[in-house]
Structure formats: structure tokens, C-alpha cells
DNA sequence: ATAATAAGTGAGTAATCACTCATTTAGGAG
DNA sequence: CTCCTAAATGAGTGATTACTCACTTATTAT
């Protein structure tokens, strides 16, 4: 017997406005067309959300909040297998955390695709997601590099907050790309060989190796 | 004597639409507000203009076509062509091209922003911009990519076309991690030294110079 | 100066918007 | 079944939208 569970109707109106709005930005949507989405009477939605803005809200800081979270579970792995093996390559830590994000980031485009556009132009969202995810990432990325630049495995003259900011530019240019040019991902992008390009760019750089003088 | 140019209206008005649409959007954006920056009437708007649409078509199809296309794609090709018998570091080309090119983008910082948001909900104009830059300028990179691995100047094992995205990236996330953090720059991107630091990372890498068994 | 033409105007218009609320429908308790 | 309450509905509402057009103002030609 299928039960009809409380939180049917609200989560369908929350799956019918990610995609109505990744589609058509917040502005360019209606909260009519979200209605017949999510296969419900327009005046539904404003028993589950005061007003359109709150349906972008509810979405976007259950987005920001969950990415906090992954902010947490990496600063604690870094700790652990420090402990673990301190010999782990380092290029092979980054590029299994890159692989996992990028499944996380596979399976919900449409939400980063809002939480893009969108917080550029609503304030109040673009404060939360600084401060809840930008600046601890930024903070942990950092210390990790700081670490190893002690431990000799990193160039003691790479600035981190550059190389952070280079390293994350890549990774979200290379999924922005492919997100432009192909209406949809043809190949996934965490198995995809360029995952691991990328990483090698990062920590080996381009140019060939020459004897320095 | 101010003589009045015709034309005048025509560009206050578009002066005005890439105010507004770079503040709130193409969707979040009407037509009154538009004419109230631009001190003209609404009805002036339609003079002009067929729709609103059409200001935004005008305002992005310039960018790409008389702008975009020359000088991005031109002096692109001439910058990494005809250094070819130089022996110039291409480091140090590659540094200059960037410098310069930031000094444009930071001139237009609201019609960069207009365009990479609106060409996700405008396919037309996607089109145009993948055609008329993205393609032409992928190819002119990929060929002094290859040229260079050829000269033994960068690793035969980097793929062209990650290493260009790769560079991109770095650069647009650079811009717009700034335009994101600070609502105003407040040092000028062509003359800070992260310019230098990206370019240093792309050649060289991250991690410290190790020998290799 | 006058006529002819173009440029500019803003009140007006139909359509559409986010949101409300009186009413209907549904589900559980007794 | 009969209540009772909460969920769901969709026609209705005032505000706002992009766009029009009859009209006024400015410019040019003669």
C-alpha cells in the first residue's frame, strides 16, 4: 500500500522549483509554472512558503548548510590521515577528495547552478554562503597547505589563498564548460581523465622540467 | 557650444541596461527602472529598442562581436604567434597577455558579469559566444600549446585543451571570487601580484622540486 | 518665420505577476 | 456513519509588467 507521507507535496514543490529555476533563474520563473511542476494548485506552495523568495531560501541553505558539513568531514580526514600515513602522496589525498566532490557535485548540477546565479543577486544568501562555506574551506585549505609547505612538500614561496583559489578556479571552470557547452554532461566528470589532469597541473605545473642554471 | 549628438539617448539607455541588469539580472531588471537611469522617458526605450530583449541582445552581441572577438581572439593569436622566434620565457608572455587582458576586463566588470549569466538562460546568445570566442580562442591556445610541446617547452603529456580550461579558470574564479567577496575591487586585478602566482603555478606546479627516483 | 519631419513623451493597455481566502476535499477518531 | 480538523484548491486581487500610440517638443530645410 503506498502511503501518502507528510512532506509529499512540499518536497515536490522543491524538486519542480530547482529545476523551474535552474532553467529560467529565480526572476525568470513563476511560481504558477513551479505549481504545475511539482503537479500542485498554485495556492498550495504558499501553505509550505511564505513567498517565492522563501522557496529559494529553504533550497539554498539546505544546499550551503550541507556543504559546510563536507567543509567539517575534510578538515577531520586531513587530521586522520595524518595520523594514518604521513607519507601518503599528497597528490593522490587531493585528487580522491576531488573525485568525491565531484559525484556530490554530478548529482545535484542543477542546485550549483542556482547557487551560482543566484547568489549574486540575493545579499543575504551570498553572506551565508561566505561565511558558512568560503571562509572555513579557504581556512582548512589553507592550513593544509601552510603544513606542507613545512613538511617540505609544497614551494615555500606558493601563496595558499592563491593556490586555493587557482585549484577551485580550475575545478569550477572545468564543470561551468561543461555544463555550457553540452546541454547535458555526456561523460561523468569524476571519472573523466581530466580530473586527474588537472591535479597533476596543479602540483607539477605545465612547463617541462629543465636543469635550472 | 554642447552640440547633441544623435545617439546620445541610444547609449544612455544601454549605459543604463547594463547598469541594472548587472545589478539585478536580465529577469529582475524592468524597463521603467531602465529608462529612469538613463533619464529618458519609457516610450524612449521602444524608439530604440524593439523589446527588452533586444536590449540585452544589442548590448551582448557588441561585447562579443566587436569587443570579444578582436580582442580576445585577435590579439590572442597575435600575442602567441609572433613571439614564435623569440626566445622570450613564454612565462613571461604568457604574464603580459594576462596582464593586459585583465586591464580590459576590469574596464567592463558589469558587462562580464551580464554575459556570464545571461548566456545560461539565453541559448541564442550562448550560441554566439561559444562560436564566435570560445571555439576561436580553444584553438589558437590548443595550437601554441602543441607548438610549445614540440619545442620541449611544455610536457608532451598535457593535454592541450585541460591545460587552457585549467588557465581560464584560474583566472575567471580569481575575478570572480573578488567581484564576490568585495562589492567594489580594491586593488586593481593587472596590477596585483596573484596575476603573477597563477601563471607561476601553471608552469611550474605546487609542489616543491623533488628528484625523482 | 514657417512648414515638414523626426524625436521624445507618458498616460494608457492587456497580460501576467505573487499572493489571498472562502470554499471544498480528505483522513482519522469516536 | 458523523464529526472534526487540517490540507488543498483555484478563482479572485491589486500591483506591476512590457509595450503602444496619440500627442508634444525639438530639429532641420527652405
Known sequence: MVRKKQGDKENAIIEAAV????????HGSTTSEI?????????T?????????DILSKILIKVIESY??????????EFLTNYKDSNANEKEVIKALLRERLKVIEANLPLVKILFTEIQFHPDLRKVWVEKVVRPSMD????????????????AEVNAEVATRSFVGMVFFMVLSKLMLYEKLDLSLSESGELDQIVDILFEGIAARTIKG
Open 68 to 77: 559546510a558539513q563536507t567543509v567539517v568531514v575534510d578538515s577531520l580526514r
Open 140 to 155: 582548512v585549505a589553507v592550513a593544509y597547505i601552510e603544513k606542507k609547505k613545512k613538511e617540505g612538500k609544497i614551494k
Open 45 to 53: 506552495i504558499f501553505r509550505y512558503f511564505r513567498t517565492k523568495k
Open 35 to 43: 505549481a504545475k511542476e511539482a503537479g500542485v494548485a498554485e495556492g
Open 19 to 26: 529545476k523551474v529555476f535552474s532553467q529560467k533563474s529565480y
